[in-house]
């Protein structure tokens, strides 16, 4: 972590750093490993459908109908099945990292949540996409400043606009962070791969509880300011 003074009230403050997020990461991860494994596992079972339809995207001979078919079949899968999962996991990996305690079928409360979890999906993906098309760039700095947003809509259960405009507000001057941990993600899943393919569970798990841990510090940090700078009203101990 990296250590500073608040200049207005002389508060020693801990920012979060890529490196940190992960020491701390590896430590937390651990009392509940086998479970957070087991989580991991079914959201990959839960995706492996979109896998199937790649197949048949590959092996649809060239013809343009059936190739846009398997296309929207898989838009729609991740949509609305495979994307709400990960808000639950989301949820999950925020009470680890607090050191509270859970149960597997509380990876289900994205579905619980599905209108609010679905809508900010797509809105991120459209505008994170939109970025992209503007020479790439644009698109990786939104998809980093728009990544609390599952975060806030599970453990805040702010609506769509509200957990947009908070992410947005709570990453400022972390975009260096966020793409160190995207970064560090990325070898840790090739190395996962390297160790046939088991190895990946394992990243993955590690990545969440990193993800996490840089959520919690940052909404300890910044949620309050965050709230105020978009007109919110919260209590000051939330």
């Known amino acids: 972590m990296k250590y500073d003074y608040c200049k207005d009230d002389m508060i020693l403050k801990v920012y979060p750093t890529a490196s940190a997020c992960f020491e701390t990461a590896f430590f937390l991860m651990k009392k509940h490993f086998w479970m957070l494994i087991l989580i991991i596992f079914v959201g990959a079972a839960i995706e492996s459908p979109m896998w199937f339809v790649q197949q048949g995207k590959m092996n649809s001979g060239g013809i343009q ?13 991740y949509l609305a099945i495979a994307s709400i999962y990960s808000y639950g996991v989301v949820y ?3 009470k680890v990292v607090r050191k509270q ?10 579905f619980k949540n599905y209108t609010r979890a679905i809508l900010s999906r797509i809105l991120v993906v459209l505008i994170v996409g939109l970025g992209i ?3 790439i760039v644009p698109g990786v700095f939104l998809a980093c400043r728009l990544i609390f947003v599952p975060y806030l809509i599970m453990d805040k259960k702010h609506g769509v606009v509200e957990s947009l405009k908070l992410s947005y507000y709570m990453t400022r001057g972390y975009f260096w962070t966020i793409f160190g941990m995207g970064i560090l993600s990325f070898i840790f899943i090739i190395l996962g791969l390297v160790f046939l393919g088991v190895g990946i569970l394992v990243a993955l ?22 709230c105020k700078q978009i007109g919110l009203i919260v209590e000051e101990d939330v």
Request: net charge negative; aromatic share 24%; proline share 0%.
């Open 133 to 135: 098309i503007l020479l």
């Open 65 to 77: 109908i059936t190739f846009h078919f398997y296309e929207l079949i898989q838009t729609v899968y």
């Open 92 to 94: 999950v990996f925020i």
């Open 101 to 110: 305690d859970f149960v597997f079928e509380e990876t289900l409360l994205g």
């Open 205 to 226: 798990v590690w990545i969440n509880t990193a993800f996490a841990v840089f959520y919690n510090a940052a909404e300890d940090l910044h949620y309050i300011d965050a």
